[in-house]
């Protein structure tokens, strides 16, 4: 989908079931702090695990650690079987692990279709030798892109800034898609919307399922939880209180696994 450096990963096409991300005993020390200690979980393709806790579990230590931020003080991260050790964002994102954090790193005042190419701009030559922004291109990505997220901007040449948040976090969400990214953490996408907005991104994450992604949902609301994920881990101070089927749980239990209750 697209061109530039569209990422294959050299891996198979992952299929729906197959574990695309796994964490195997996975810590983080800050000095004397353990933030993590001995963390395990997997992701499936096609699949959305929730993260839950307050504050201080241990939730950003974890994805800061999938997605290259932190490297691990022990324990390691699977992609597809494949043991791999991240020294940057960037080397995670190219190896298709994408973080969309709350503030969705947006440039309001640029277009869908620049945004989703942000520092990867596609270049072409006018007049057989100048370099120019292909404006084409871009604007042909976001189309697709957006078509392929069930979500119809009509004003492709709009600055994003004219744009609802619900409408923000659908471009974030397909800047990544377009990379190829094959797992998506998503840090409380519905934060701070409105109902309609939060069930219009609840539904963008349904269609990431559909495609066979995998899906890192951290949220504290425990209802766009249950709305959208199949497993659910809790973390308590740095360590797995519990995981548990959407299907066999409920709003008490996971409550309960927070608080130690």
Known sequence: MGG???????????????????????????????ALADLSMKVHAGEVVALAGDNGAGKTTLIKAISGVYQPSGGEILLQGKPVSFASPQEARDQGIETIYQDLALADNLTIGANIF?????????????PVLDRRKMAEAAK????????????????VSNFSGGQRQAVAIGRAVYWNAQILIMDEPTAALGVPEQRKVISLIHQLKAQGRGVIFISHNLQDI??????IVVL??????????????????VVRLMVGG
């Open 144 to 159: 697709s892109t957006m078509a392929l997220l069930d979500f119809h901007v009509n004003r492709l040449d709009a600055p």
């Open 118 to 130: 942000l520092g990867r701009e596609p270049m072409r030559k006018a007049m057989g030798f100048l």
């Open 4 to 34: 530039g450096k569209v990422n294959d990963h050299s891996q198979k096409p992952a299929v729906p079931g197959d574990v695309l991300l796994e964490v195997r005993n996975l810590s983080k020390n800050f000095g004397p702090v353990q």
């Open 236 to 253: 308590r101070r740095g360590v797995q209180a519990g995981e548990r089927r959407i299907a066999e749980t409920t709003h008490d239990e």
């Open 226 to 231: 249950f709305a959208v994920a199949d497993r």
